[in-house]
């Protein structure tokens, strides 16, 4: 067993701490060139990864001014450590400067000689706390107030009744003052009345769920219907109860949580905790959203107030998102391609890495030296695209490159158009792919078939010359010349027609417009009736062995070529093997159907490269005459058919060529 420990590397070590929803930065020199944040510390700036490398100044604009720029300058000359709580900070979060207050800590780390190397940036958003604690200020101030209203009634009516005891002559005066005593007092409790109506009224209506939790016993002294709703309980459960007794499945996690806040009193916010809650007899797999918000009097937590709300929904949508995002990711990548974000406005575009290194840059560019980099002759041909795609919503192109190092690429751009709400193009966004070797396999296509040209000039000048011959003998049709030069064009024909159909077959197969026509038959029966032309000769015996009643689902005529090319194959590489042998055997989802002869055989080097296009085993001499393709044809063609092909050989023992298909019922 290895007991070797592995450690992190720095770089995974970084990738943990950016999952933190603790907000943390580093920062270097004196100007806090931001180094390292995560994705909590970019989510409070408003900012993407984009300001990395940028200082603080550089990267939020709106600080200046504010005492934190010089606070890092500070903690970076004196190597101290600066923090702070409830500090407000102006930020511009959506495009709108905004109010927020922070916990936070600038901590400078030192190396051996006490140098200052870099700043430990830590934030907590504690807007919600801060502003939570002026509406409690503002309240408890109020309920003060009352109370100090009270008490000088209180006093009042103390007085009143000293002076109606010893002055009986003001009896009525202070009776009045008695009165208008009691009538505010009166006033007082029924707006008390109305706060606390109103309050329950709210904590009943709220759209989140409320469960209000007395500190000494933990009972529950108020709970909406929404937090019912979300715990999936009735009402009787949370009466004279305490918390845990009402929710017993989450005491084992938030009991410690809802102490520490007691103790404390520090509101505990979560977000998107995850945890199972026993609703309506079943248990779910939830994710929640809430706060344990301490209800202070006079600095003691007399009540903990739960805000909570569901977010599951949300969550699992959005790890869909993330889930199709990183599939798109990895398609993209998979296919090499470059992406770009064409903002139509200002001219600015953000590009992927990969779209870069197909233009030969090493970093991202301004747009212009992308457009510049396009080749001179081609530029119009980009241009009539993007004005195409104005109109169209759709851009496509494919043009030249020039790298710096003065090499010449293809690309293909595609991309689609977004308009804003006045019909305005604002956005296009595409992608980028390097065609360059595609247009080298157009080029090699182009000189094959110049190639396939040049072979067709001889069996077609033969054929040319030999009916020029037949039409001046035709009259005298008992010489024996006719008949042979008949033969002749026969055969001149036959090697064209080949030739031809090789051309067009894989000319489709290039342009995987190979089309199928699947029906079910019987395979003996297919080879019964194929390779006429060698059964007429009489020359070599064709048998078929096997299970002759087994059936395929695929498309006959095309499969009856495949056997009659590897007929052919036989006949031609193996002429002294006058007896050819087919076989049908059963796989149990397939059928493997194979052609064997008892020729020279092949040679293991050369087998693994029969069915690529253009290869011929033997080449040179008649025999090998033709263009290599009729085993490339054969591939492609059961491949179509979801099937197989191969080649068992060796040297003296002859070799056999094989498919299989699938069999009927198994692909119909």
């Excluded at 101290?80 to 936070?104: C, E, H, R, W």
């Excluded at 019912?228 to 004279?240: A, D, I, M, Y």
């Excluded at 490339?632 to 197989?644: A, C, D, L, Q």
């Amino acid at each position: 067993m290895d007991n070797t420990i592995t450690f992190l590397s720095d770089q995974q070590l970084l990738k943990v701490l950016s999952t933190s929803s603790d907000a943390t930065a580093i920062h270097v020199s004196e100007k806090a060139v931001i180094q390292y944040a995560n994705d909590a510390m970019l989510a409070f700036w408003g900012k993407g990864d984009g300001v990395i490398g940028k200082s603080l100044e550089e990267a939020l604009p709106e600080l200046k001014g504010q005492p934190f720029i010089d606070l890092f300058k500070r903690v970076w000359n004196e190597g101290i450590t600066v923090s702070g709580i409830d500090t407000p900070a102006d930020l511009i979060i959506n495009d709108k400067l905004q109010t927020f207050y922070f916990d936070y800590e600038y901590r400078a780390i030192k190396n051996e000689q006490g140098e200052t190397t870099c700043i430990l940036h830590t934030a907590k958003d504690v807007t919600e706390r801060k502003l939570s604690r002026e509406r409690e200020q503002n309240l408890t101030e109020e309920l003060t107030a009352a109370n100090e209203e009270l008490s000088a009634a209180n006093e009042e009516i103390t007085a009143a009744n000293e002076e109606m005891a010893a002055i009986n002559e003001e009896l009525l005066a202070s009776n009045e003052e008695i009165i208008a005593s009691r009538h505010h007092l009166a006033e007082l409790y029924k707006t008390l009345s109305e706060s606390d109506a109103f309050f329950r009224s709210m904590v009943k209506q709220a759209p989140i769920g409320i469960c209000i939790i007395r500190t000494e016993n933990l009972f529950i002294q108020e709970v909406n219907d929404a937090y019912l709703e979300l715990v999936g309980k009735p009402r009787e459960q949370f009466h004279n109860r305490t918390i845990w007794e009402s929710v017993p499945e989450a005491a084992a996690v938030y009991e410690p949580i809802m102490n520490n806040v007691i103790t404390s009193g520090v509101p505990f916010i979560a977000k998107e905790h995850e945890l199972i809650l026993i609703r309506n007899g079943i248990a779910e797999n939830v994710f929640i959203d809430f706060v344990y918000e301490p209800m202070k009097t006079d600095g003691n937590v007399q009540a903990i107030m739960v805000l909570a709300i569901e977010v599951t929904d949300k969550v699992i949508a959005r790890r869909g998102i993330e889930d199709v995002e990183e599939r798109i990711r990895l398609a993209v990548e998979a296919a090499e391609m470059g992406t770009f974000d064409l903002d139509m406005i200002n001219g600015h575009m953000l590009t992927s890495e990969r779209f870069d290194h197909i233009f030969g840059f090493n970093q991202h560019m301004e747009w212009k030296m992308y457009q510049e980099a396009i080749h001179t002759d081609d530029r119009p041909i980009r241009d009539a695209a993007h004005k195409n795609a104005l109109a169209n919503g759709k851009l496509f192109y494919e043009v030249r490159v020039i790298h710096p190092d003065e090499s010449v690429h293809w690309i293909r751009v595609q991309g689609n158009v977004y308009y804003a709400n006045n019909g305005e193009a604002i956005r296009i966004l595409g992608t980028l792919l390097d065609i360059t070797q595609v247009k080298r396999l157009e080029q090699q296509k182009d000189d094959f078939i110049s190639i396939a040209s040049h072979e067709l000039k001889t069996p077609i000048t033969s054929l040319k010359a030999s009916l020029q011959l037949l039409d001046r003998l035709k009259k005298n049709e008992t010489d024996p010349v006719s008949a042979k030069l008949i033969q002749q064009a026969l055969k001149s024909m036959d090697k064209i027609s080949t030739l031809i159909g090789d051309l067009l077959n894989v000319s489709r197969t290039q342009q995987d417009q190979l089309l199928l026509n699947k029906s079910v038959f019987t395979i003996s029966e297919m080879l019964e009736g194929c390779c006429g032309h060698i059964r007429t000769a009489g020359k070599y015996k064709l048998t078929v062995q096997g299970d002759k009643e087994l059936k395929v689902y695929a498309d006959e005529h095309a499969i009856d070529q495949v056997m009659v090319n590897f007929v052919n194959n036989a006949v031609k590489y193996a002429p002294d093997s006058l007896e050819i042998s087919m076989k049908i055997e059963n796989l149990g989802d397939k059928a493997r159907i194979s052609v064997k002869d008892m020729g020279p055989g092949i040679a293991a080097e050369k087998i693994p490269h029969l069915f690529e296009r253009y290869y011929q085993a033997q080449p040179g001499g008649f025999n090998s005459s033709g263009l290599g393709l009729g085993l490339f044809i054969s591939s492609e063609i059961v491949r179509k058919h979801g099937g197989e092909i191969g080649v068992d050989s060796e040297l003296g023992k002859g070799s056999t060529f094989w498919i299989t298909l699938p069999l009927a019922g198994n692909g119909d």
